[in-house]
């Protein structure tokens, strides 16, 4: 084994040979280290190209519902008929929150971040389920259930609670994306933009090892209770970095002001080395095919309900951008789009992130069930880079 000879420590003295961890290098970020196996999707990032479960997103957006992707991503297989009925009844019959949860909303500040609120909210789930059987298929089967109904409910009831009513209770003829657009506003949503919110949905559904789905491994690894590994996922994505960007994003466009104006932020911001929001992927080296779908979404929705004039800012950004970062494998991500597709259908900006939560509480719970199939607890080891062993000195020795 080779040793790893780490240059000086924090107090600059020169450390030989610090502790040999085998001989893999230090990865920051774990870039390109394969940490567990897994079945669930799969990422083309040269060629863009992304799918579940064998499923490419281009034929689940064009074909499926969010329900639907979220039975595959987690049971393995498309549902037959009889099994999905039976799943969208059960998600239908647990739409509702223990009055307990939504007085625990109405004392949170109306000026916090509904991340924040999604987040202490699903992990509360975890007081009113506390039997903890995480092997059995049932105990399994009926967290999923709770979970998926749960957290639109939650993030529409915050929503409401935040500008001062009460929230609208779920209603079981509607189906999932239109009940949640429903909860939002008591109107039952045009088609089109239910039809798009769903495949919102399922676009976000699930993305491999990303750090919100790894820190819901992480965290299932040590085999605590699902609403603790999915309030983990959410505090993990409501980074700018990760699932924090779309909301970003339209900061930024509102901050570039006109088309003519991208080429010079650009230019601005890659001085600075500041990242532009949207762009950038570990996986793709090539537009996200997300992005690409996304933006459909934004132009259908335009042509029926009216432009948005951040779309062209939008558009000539990401030209100009491609320009100057494109050599560098940098594109628009998923979130670049995803936030005009949400301005459009009315929602607000902050809840863009929650929503994605919503979504991805397909993914981390498939990643969950997939840990306890083969579990191992995470542990990595480190580098040490501090003091070596030394002797106590007295307070009035200092
Ligand atoms: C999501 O992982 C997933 O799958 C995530 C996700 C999912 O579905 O779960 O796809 C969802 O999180 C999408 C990403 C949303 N975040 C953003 O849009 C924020 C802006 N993007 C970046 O912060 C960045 O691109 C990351 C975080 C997404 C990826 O970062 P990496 O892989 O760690 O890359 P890096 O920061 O090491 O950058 C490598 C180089 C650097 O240049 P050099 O120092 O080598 O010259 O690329 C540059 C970076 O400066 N770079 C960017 C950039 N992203 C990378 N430069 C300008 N703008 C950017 N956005």
């Known amino acids: 084994m080779e040793a790893i000879s780490v ?10 040979n610090s502790k040999q961890v085998e001989n893999i290098p230090l990865r920051p970020g774990l870039e390109g280290v394969p ?35 979220t039975y595959l991503l987690i049971w393995g297989e498309l549902p037959n008929s009889q099994q ?64 998926i109904a749960k957290i639109p409910t939650m993030v529409a009831a915050f929503e409401l609670i935040r500008k001062g009513h009460d929230p609208i209770r779920p209603r079981d003829d509607l189906e999932y994306a239109s009940n949640f657009l429903y909860m939002l506003t008591e109107k ?12 919102c949905l399922i676009l976000h ?18 085999l605590t209770d699902p609403y603790a590994v999915i309030a983990s996922a959410v505090g993990t994505l409501g980074g700018p970095l990760h699932g924090g960007a779309n909301e970003d994003v339209i900061a930024m466009l509102e901050e570039i ?3 003519e104006n991208a080429g010079n ?39 029926k309900f009216g432009k948005d004039e951040m779309y062209e800012i939008a558009k000539r950004l990401e030209e100009e951008a491609i320009n100057r970062l494109g050599p560098k494998g940098i594109y628009p991500n998923v979130d670049f789009y995803s936030g005009l597709v949400y301005r459009k259908l009315g929602i ?51």
């Open 348 to 398: 607000s900006r902050d809840l863009f992130t929650p929503i994605f939560a919503i979504s991805r509480v397909a993914g981390w719970l498939a990643h969950w069930r997939e840990q306890l199939s083969a579990n191992r607890i995470f542990r990595p080891t480190q580098i040490y880079t501090g003091k070596k062993i030394r002797e106590w000195e007295p307070l009035e020795g200092r």
């Open 7 to 16: 240059e000086t420590n924090e107090g600059g003295e020169k450390i030989e």
């Open 84 to 147: 999905l009925h039976d799943f969208q009844e059960e998600v239908q019959m647990h739409r509702r929150l223990s009055f307990r949860i939504i007085d625990m909303l109405k004392c949170f500040p109306e000026s916090g971040h509904p991340m924040d609120a999604l987040q202490s909210s699903a992990a509360s789930l975890g007081l009113f389920y506390s039997k903890r059987v995480i092997d059995n298929p049932q105990y399994i089967y009926d967290s999923v259930i709770r979970l």
């Open 265 to 303: 932020y650009l230019d601005n911001a890659i001085k600075r080395k500041s990242k532009i929001m949207g762009f950038g992927h570990r996986e793709y080296r090539v537009k996200d095919p997300r992005a690409c779908v996304l933006q459909k979404f934004a132009e259908e929705l335009f042509a």
């Open 257 to 259: 002001g006109t088309p």
């Open 35 to 69: 940490v567990t196996q897994s079945s669930i999707c799969d990422i083309d990032g040269n060629k863009g190209i992304l799918q579940y479960r064998g499923y490419p997103i281009s034929e689940l957006s064009a074909n499926s519902s969010f329900l639907e992707t």
């Open 188 to 199: 039952e949503p045009d088609p089109l933009a239910a039809r798009v919110f769903d495949k």
């Open 205 to 222: 559904a699930e993305h491999s090892l990303n750090a919100s789905t790894f820190s819901a491994r992480v965290t299932a690894s040590t």
